[in-house]
């Protein structure tokens, strides 16, 4: 019974402390401290994109040595392992969207933020040049930016191997609009499909709900999809519930190719129970506004072409590159082999480019192209810079102090000294060791409350599946949320969904 109490007491005192750091967070975000205004005689940091890469480096960038510029023509951080969750809106797209402002005024400096795409960057004359492509539009739409350093984190496009029909028919999954547009065709087609009269191939076509690339993008989607239908389409619309169908085409002969084997087989077996049809081994080629034609290669190596009609289309194959990276490299010689993106050292420099870094999706630097690498590279280059602020600083410290030793003979001892200080602290903060990526591990969700897991464990890695895994993942994303607000937000959608179902309107 003391045991009890005491597991009572300790479990009562953190709530307490919990809600407390809860209250704290809150407080801070909303009375933030006066900023200091930008300094223009310092060097300016332009960043492009307020993505994975260029909001780490933000949040753990020291902004009072720059004068910080940051480029975007989207004004928020999107926490992208939810999106596909929004496509059924399990979660609403706001939870998982941080705007830039908030973030930016937790910094000590303020920073500059223009809403605007970058159409090309000057490494000679080292300005970029961009322009307003929102909506609303004032008298100035473009216009240049210099730069005395600029960090590239502009991410990646959809790749579509310009596969004919694909950009016209189908959807992607990369942006909240994507999401938002995935949301309201899925419900467009069941309403279709729900129709006076209508034909029961018609039905069937816009029941049919095809994804194409089994990466994890694509399998995420499915389940979620699955979910949405299983837990709250075939309570509402019963009449046409037994055609709804979703198939997943996946040219390589499994889905998930960077999970473990054992992952692998889980996920397809539990595709099959969830009633997924996985095709794999079939390349899509072509996409009309109602059908996919894709080749399939049969076990003794013949292929065959699969017409698939379907309602909606989701196309996930992976990354391209950004034309404002494709300029770039075409300006730069050394970058004429790279083909996936910007080519980069070990300290995340643009090869053959100078004062220019490279973060996330658009870098190559030998790892996948994963939130969780481009967030490791904008920790990095923080670091990087804010060592070199501060190695400027002991370097002008040191050259005054040398200086006024010929000057004041009577504190040379006293001056020395301070030099040596100063001259030990710039040895420390100048040895910046090269970026090294710490690889923490994979997480998939793949419906009926399932998820897989590939997580690094004291150096060795462990596969986990099922319903445990997927509290996991459930802790693992909460916990990485951006702010408290979302992480309070995500959690409502969570459990909002689950008493009372998912929303079904169209808008
Ligand atoms: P992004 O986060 O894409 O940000 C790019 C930024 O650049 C955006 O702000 C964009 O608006 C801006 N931009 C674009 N063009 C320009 C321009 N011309 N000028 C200026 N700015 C521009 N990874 C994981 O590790 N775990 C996951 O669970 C996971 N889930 C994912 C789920 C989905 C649905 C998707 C699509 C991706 C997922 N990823 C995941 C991958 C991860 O999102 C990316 O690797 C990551 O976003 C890359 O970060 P980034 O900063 O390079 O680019
Ligand atoms: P991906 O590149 O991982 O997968 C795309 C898939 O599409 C490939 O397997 C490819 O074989 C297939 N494909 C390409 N062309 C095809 C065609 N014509 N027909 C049929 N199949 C075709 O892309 P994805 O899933 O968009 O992921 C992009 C990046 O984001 C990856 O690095 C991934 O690891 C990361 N990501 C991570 C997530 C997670 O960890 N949970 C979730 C989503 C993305």
Not at 92 to 109: D, F, G, Q, V, Y
Not at 372 to 396: H, I, P, W, Y
Request: glycine residues 6%; contains cysteine.
């Amino acid at each position: 019974f003391r045991t009890l109490r005491w597991a009572w007491r300790l479990g009562y005192l953190s709530a307490i402390a919990g809600v407390a750091y809860i209250g704290y967070g809150i407080y801070e975000d909303r009375h933030p401290e006066p900023q200091t205004e930008p300094d223009p005689t310092k060097k300016t940091l332009v960043i492009l994109g307020t993505g994975w890469g260029s909001v780490s480096l933000l949040k753990r960038l020291d902004t009072e040595n720059y004068n910080v510029i940051v480029i975007s023509p989207r004004n928020y951080f999107l926490f992208t392992p939810l999106l596909p969750s929004c496509t059924t809106g399990t979660i609403e797209h706001r939870s998982i969207m941080e705007p830039i402002r908030t973030i930016l005024r937790s910094k000590k400096a303020s920073v500059r933020f223009y809403e605007a795409e970058a159409s090309s960057i000057d490494p000679d004359r080292k300005v970029v040049r961009i322009f307003d492509n929102s909506e609303v539009k004032g008298d100035m739409t473009e216009t240049e930016v210099p730069y005395d350093m600029l960090v590239v984190g502009v991410g990646a496009e959809n790749a579509t191997f310009g596969i004919p029909g694909v950009r016209e028919h189908s959807c992607f999954l990369k942006e909240i609009g994507d999401a938002q547009r995935i949301r309201k065709r899925i419900m467009d087609c069941v309403e279709t499909a729900a129709f006076k009269d209508q034909s029961p191939e018609e039905i069937n076509r816009l029941m049919h709900m095809v994804v194409v690339g089994g990466g994890p993008t694509g399998v995420e989607f499915a389940g979620e999809l699955q979910d949405f239908f299983e837990e709250d389409i075939k309570k509402l619309v019963p009449e046409i519930s037994d055609r709804f169908r979703v198939t997943l085409i996946e040219a390589l002969p499994n889905v998930l190719p960077s999970f473990s084997k054992q992952l692998i087989e889980y996920t397809e077996s539990t595709f099959k129970e969830e009633k997924i049809n996985i095709h794999t081994k079939t390349m899509v080629k072509k996409v009309t506004d109602k059908t996919v034609e894709a080749v399939a290669t049969r076990p003794d190596g013949t292929k065959e072409t699969i017409v698939f009609p379907y309602g909606l289309l989701v196309w996930a194959t992976g990354n391209a590159v950004r034309p404002v990276v494709q300029d770039l490299m075409s300006r730069v010689p050394a970058q004429k082999n790279s083909r996936r993106g910007l080519a980069v050292n070990e300290y995340l420099v643009v090869q053959g480019a100078r004062d220019i870094w490279a973060v996330g999706d658009c870098a190559v630097a030998g790892y996948a192209p994963t939130a969780q690498v481009a967030s490791q590279e904008g920790n990095f280059l923080a670091r990087l810079f804010n060592n070199m602020a501060r190695t400027e600083a002991l370097e002008s410290k040191i050259a005054e102090l040398s200086g006024s030793l010929n000057i004041q003979p009577g504190n040379t001892a006293e001056i020395s000294r301070e030099i040596e200080e100063y001259e030990r602290q710039l040895r420390r903060i100048k040895d910046v060791k090269p970026f090294h990526y710490s690889h923490q591990g994979s997480l998939a969700y793949i419906g009926s409350e399932k998820a897989v897991a590939d997580v690094t464990w004291f150096n060795g890695n462990v596969a986990a599946a099922g319903g445990l895994t997927y509290l996991f993942w459930r802790s693992a994303y909460i916990s990485m949320c951006f702010s408290t607000r979302n992480r309070l937000l995500v959690i409502n959608d969570w459990l909002k969904s689950k008493l009372f179902g998912r929303d079904l309107s169209r808008e």
